[in-house]
């Protein structure tokens, strides 16, 4: 069962695509990725890490898509772990995705999160996306208090790569997801702070895909979605952009009007 509706006439902007499990959600966001990479040469693909999109990758590592020139960058990274940890979201994203189709770590672009935290590294994170000519499809996931990356509540809308503290509920929230080696899931504490993508520079892509399954989301993407564009729900912001495609379940699309 798939719904592919417009939220309202006033989000012409937002295209929301139901699917009936978190299985039909991650096929269908392989398939678009899948365009979206065929459609540019050496296409830049914004990568958000959490459980959400973990069936997608392997959906496209499975269909074998092409990597001829694909560029990753990923949206955020923990500070404090060891570049090989295999805890941090970069090493997940070579692990799951980068290595598995064949690219190369010269063409992966992760946040700064070395020992200089001034901003100037992270001006040069956001120039070397403006280097590679822009994301052209970034992939987000959305948290359950309602931030985009690591863009907690209050972010400000023109927030740009910067270092943050995460909130207790995302530290505890992740603690549960983080893998470790061997057979322990439950080794080591989730870092305190995080260098992230600012929500301006994640609106700088051309386009976006929320992706959000299970029925623990459901409040949060109504919020985002249906209330106002406000720094205390960050993924609300996403409904700036010019060309925004949802992709949810019917769990998490649960209180979105077109299911009632
Ligand atoms: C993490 C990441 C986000 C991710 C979110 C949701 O904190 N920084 O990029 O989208 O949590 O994660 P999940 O998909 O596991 O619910």
Redesign the pocket.
């Known amino acids: 069962m798939i719904y592919d509706l417009r939220l309202s006439r006033a989000h012409d902007n937002l295209r929301l695509v139901v699917g009936a499990g978190a299985e039909e959600c991650a096929s269908i966001a392989a398939s678009e990725i899948e365009t979206a990479l065929g459609e540019r040469t050496n296409p830049v693909l914004g990568v958000?890490?959490?459980?959400?999109?973990r069936r997608t990758y392997e959906l496209l590592v499975e269909r074998g898509v092409s990597s001829d020139g694909v560029h990753l960058v990923l949206?955020?990274e923990y500070i404090g772990l060891a570049p090989c940890d295999r805890r941090g979201?970069a090493a997940t994203i070579r692990r799951r995705l980068a290595e598995p189709l064949g690219i190369p770590p010269d063409r992966i672009h992760v946040p700064p999160v070395g020992r200089d935290q001034s901003h100037e590294p992270c001006e040069a994170f956001e120039r070397e996306l403006r280097d590679l000519g822009g994301v052209d499809l970034q992939v987000?996931?959305?948290?359950?208090n309602g931030?985009?990356?690591?863009n907690e509540p209050g972010s400000p809308l023109d927030s740009r790569t910067r270092v943050v503290r995460?909130s207790r509920l995302?530290r505890e929230?992740?603690r549960s997801?983080r893998e470790a080696g061997g057979n322990d899931d439950r080794a080591g504490e989730v870092p305190e702070r995080?260098c992230?993508q600012g929500i301006a520079t994640i609106l700088e892509a051309r386009r976006l895909m929320l992706?959000a399954t299970g029925e623990r989301?459901a409040g949060i993407l109504a919020d985002a979605m249906l209330g106002p564009i406000d720094p205390e729900v960050p993924a609300s912001a996403i409904r700036l952009h010019p060309d925004v495609t949802v992709i949810a379940d019917v769990d998490a699309a649960r209180l979105l009007p077109v299911i009632a």
């Open positions: 958000a890490t959490g459980a959400t999109p949206l955020d979201f987000l996931g959305i948290g359950q931030h985009i990356a690591f995460l995302t929230n992740n997801l995080a992230t992706l989301k």
